[in-house]
């Protein structure tokens, strides 16, 4: 019997300026400014006056995985004995787009079958997701460094991880193809030979 999770929102990041540490914020602000004369805007209108600040603010909360070790996430908690799969779906990302600095924002659903009893926290697996989805990427990389980091860290007999998300880049600009979703998936160990228990990973991601 698998065990299924919905999972919960991650924690909200604290302080306007977590994260900020080792941020250059002057730096992105200067460059804000230019991004406002270059689209022909008067930075120094009353509306636009704090948007550099906040801009830069933003990027560096979005950047907060890059300052952070995500390995941390994965430490298996003592003394236990499942060893069945168990599943957390819908853990909430948002991503940067490493080619246009455009917001991705979705879904990712982790699969393990842990080993020796080794499981994490649930709330571990959302920080982990967290930790890389908050620097500049793409899907894939993202998706397979979360399987990866999850298989090398807890060592289980497998880990399946799926991304489904949509690109602002693709969605709002350039193709423009609203409401579509790209769908990643990493698979590790074990759920690789074995189709039967992949496919009841994948069913139970599905069901709603
Ligand atoms: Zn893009």
Do not use: W
Request: hydrophobic content about 35%; some cysteine.
């Amino acid at each position: 019997m698998a065990t299924s999770y919905s999972a919960t929102e991650p924690d909200e990041g604290s302080g306007e300026n977590e994260g900020a540490r080792g941020v250059d914020l002057e730096k992105i602000e200067r460059g804000v400014r230019l991004i406002l004369e270059g689209v022909g805007e008067d930075a120094e209108r009353p509306g636009l006056q704090r948007t550099p600040r906040r801009v830069a603010e933003m990027y560096a909360e979005l950047t907060e995985g890059m300052r952070e070790d995500p390995s941390e996430h994965v430490r298996a908690l003592p003394g236990d004995r499942h060893d069945e799969m168990v599943i957390v779906k819908d853990i909430h990302f948002a991503s940067l787009c490493e080619h246009h600095l455009a917001p991705f924002v979705g879904k990712c659903h982790i699969a393990y079958i842990p080993k020796e009893g080794r499981i994490v926290g649930l709330s571990k697996l959302a920080r982990l997701v967290e930790s890389f989805a908050r620097r500049l990427q793409v899907q894939e990389r993202l998706t397979s460094e979360i399987a990866d980091t999850l298989f090398g860290g807890l060592k289980p007999v497998g880990v399946m991880v799926v991304m489904e998300a949509e690109h602002t880049c693709m969605t709002i600009r350039g193709v423009k193809k609203p409401g579509a979703t790209t769908i990643t998936s990493a698979i590790r160990g074990g759920f690789r030979k074995d189709s039967r228990t992949r496919a009841e990973a994948m069913a139970l991601i599905r069901e709603k």
